[in-house]
């Protein structure tokens, strides 16, 4: 298949005492996400995006939340592994799009160095990398990150 299309799905509530990490990229908050790794909703997005394209099995499969070796682990490791599947399988990244939904913080400001980051780790331009905040609007009344990603793959063969 020339093209493939994935989604991503993460949600994490907000936790004191916890740091804050939004695209691997350590943000300035009171508050971190709760979670057996690091809790960052982006970059568990963007994995089950990468590997629900390529046809893998889940985050939740390949890096469990019953594993000690994954506890308060940098997201960037599973991120890694699933790139390197879909290189493996002989695909690229055409382009990213994803929505954090949150009332704060604010994305707005934090964005260029969120895409910036990514660019690094998924080694692609950042003209191939959408990020977008978007608030609750009164929706949910618990506190925390829902994050929605959607990312195109095109076959190297």
């Keep these: 298949m020339p093209f493939r299309i994935g989604l991503g799905f993460d949600a994490h509530e907000f936790e004191e005492g916890k740091p804050l990490y939004l695209g691997g990229v350590l943000i300035k908050y009171h508050e971190g996400l709760k979670g057996h790794s690091d809790g960052d909703v982006l970059l568990h997005a963007i994995t089950d995006a990468l590997l629900s394209a390529i046809g893998e099995p889940d985050i939740g499969?390949?890096?469990?939340?019953?594993?000690?070796?994954?506890?308060?682990?940098?997201?960037?490791i599973f991120l890694k592994?699933?790139?390197?599947?879909?290189?493996?399988?002989?695909?690229?990244?055409?382009?990213?799009?994803?929505?954090?939904?949150?009332?704060?913080?604010k994305i707005s400001p934090l964005?260029?160095?969120?895409?910036?980051?990514?660019?690094k780790i998924m080694q692609v331009d950042k003209s191939c990398i959408s990020i977008k905040g978007k608030t609750r609007e009164g929706f949910c009344k618990e506190k925390g990150v829902v994050c929605y990603c959607v990312i195109l793959l095109s076959h190297e063969g």
């Design 81 to 105: 592994e699933a790139l390197r599947r879909t290189r493996e399988k002989g695909y690229s990244i055409v382009n990213l799009d994803c929505v954090l939904v949150l009332d704060s913080p």
């Design 61 to 76: 499969e390949l890096f469990s939340d019953k594993d000690i070796r994954w506890k308060d682990a940098s997201s960037e």
């Design 111 to 119: 964005k260029s160095a969120i895409i910036e980051n990514l660019s």
